[in-house]
């Protein structure tokens, strides 16, 4: 039995799909999951699980679909596989500046390294600065209290890939909570 995290997209964002986490928790345990937990209200599901990650995808996110009515991208993850991520170089070892943040892509598909990092887009409000097996790292900069789209460089570069993302900040929370 291994301990993964799903990464859920468009869950409780911007107003739109709100979904109590009870009601959550209950749509894993339906597909027979066990130590289903949440953690904050944006689709971070814990579980505990004997099948492949592919596998779990493949089964979650058809099932959220039926219940909820709307497709809900699962991206799951081992809390290893996590733990892992926050050893990056570029982000565990400095916290960013104020109007910096740091962001982790999870993809559905492995991503190929560019040939040049860091990728900086256009308009030089933010950066790819890293690539693990299925993540994207992403430094980019608040400018005038609007964030940086991370999402078009990532399109531009790796084509029309769909992902979630997390804070860095927040998936060491996660970690934490997904371990507790």
């Given at each position: 039995m291994r301990r993964y995290i799903a990464f859920l997209r468009g869950?409780?964002?911007?107003?739109?799909?709100?979904?109590?986490?009870?009601?959550?928790?209950?749509?894993?345990?339906?597909l027979g999951l066990e130590g289903v937990k949440t953690y904050i209200q944006s689709g971070n599901v814990f579980f505990d699980a004997d099948a492949d990650p592919q596998k779990l995808?493949?089964?979650?996110?058809?099932?959220?679909?039926?219940?909820?009515?709307?497709?809900?991208?699962?991206?799951?993850?081992?809390?290893?596989?996590?733990?892992?991520l926050l050893?990056?170089?570029?982000?565990?070892?400095?916290?960013?500046?104020?109007?910096?943040?740091?962001?982790?892509?999870?993809?559905?598909?492995?991503?190929?390294?560019?040939?040049k990092l860091p990728l900086t887009s256009a308009k030089g409000d933010c950066e790819i600065v890293g690539v693990g097996k299925k993540e994207v790292f992403v430094r980019y900069f608040v400018t005038n209290g609007r964030p940086a789209d991370p999402t078009k460089l990532v399109s531009v570069?790796?084509?029309d890939i769909?992902?979630?993302?997390?804070?860095?900040?927040?998936?060491?929370?996660?970690?934490t909570a997904a371990k507790a």
């Open positions: 869950i409780n964002v911007g107003g739109n799909r709100v979904v109590k986490m009870e009601v959550l928790r209950k749509l894993f345990e339906e995808e493949a089964q979650i996110a058809p099932h959220l679909h039926t219940a909820l009515g709307f497709q809900v991208p699962v991206y799951i993850r081992t809390v290893e596989e996590v733990d892992s050893e990056f170089p570029l982000f565990c070892d400095k916290e960013p500046g104020e109007n910096e943040r740091y962001l982790v892509l999870f993809t559905a598909e492995k991503v190929t390294v560019p040939k570069t790796f084509g769909q992902t979630t993302g997390r804070f860095f900040h927040t998936l060491k929370k996660i970690v």
